[in-house]
Nanobody, 125 residues
Framework: QVQLVESGGGSVQSGGSLRLSCAAS????????MTWVRQAPGKTVEFVAS????????SYGSSVKDRFTIDRDNAKNTFTLEMNNVKTEDTAVYYC??????????????????RGRGTQVTVSS
């Protein structure tokens, strides 16, 4: 059974940094694309970033590109999201999600159905 557990959320001031982590179990982690998606209050789920199984193909949503960095450690079954220069509009619940295969072929959050319970990130001005 797929299990994904996020950690590292919290409150941070605008311009600050935060690091989210996701611990995965119940599947062969190193064989799957992994993603971060987020949902702000009153908004639809938004794609944040993805990383392919081997960790060398990265993709970012336009709103976070050049500020966020996704990475993974296949030996530890974990992946992370480094958030720098955060903005108030980054406030959301962040979810880690498992892809359908080794490549991340889509940035549609609907295609990433296996998700964790989420971790709240709140950015204040």
């Amino acid at each position: 059974q797929v299990q994904l557990v996020e950690s590292g959320g919290g409150s941070v001031q605008s311009g600050g940094s935060l690091r989210l982590s996701c611990a995965a179990s119940g599947f062969i982690f190193g064989q799957y694309c992994m993603t971060w998606v987020r949902q702000a209050p009153g908004k639809t789920v938004e794609f944040v970033a993805s990383i392919n199984s081997g960790g060398w193909i990265l993709s970012y949503g336009s709103s976070v590109k050049d500020r966020f960095t996704i990475d993974r450690d296949n030996a530890k079954n974990t992946f992370t999201l480094e958030m720098n220069n955060v903005k108030t509009e980054d406030t959301a619940v962040y979810y880690c999600a498992k892809g359908l295969g080794s490549c991340c072929t889509t940035d549609d959050p609907a295609d990433y159905g296996d998700r964790g319970r989420g971790t709240q990130v709140t950015v204040s001005s």
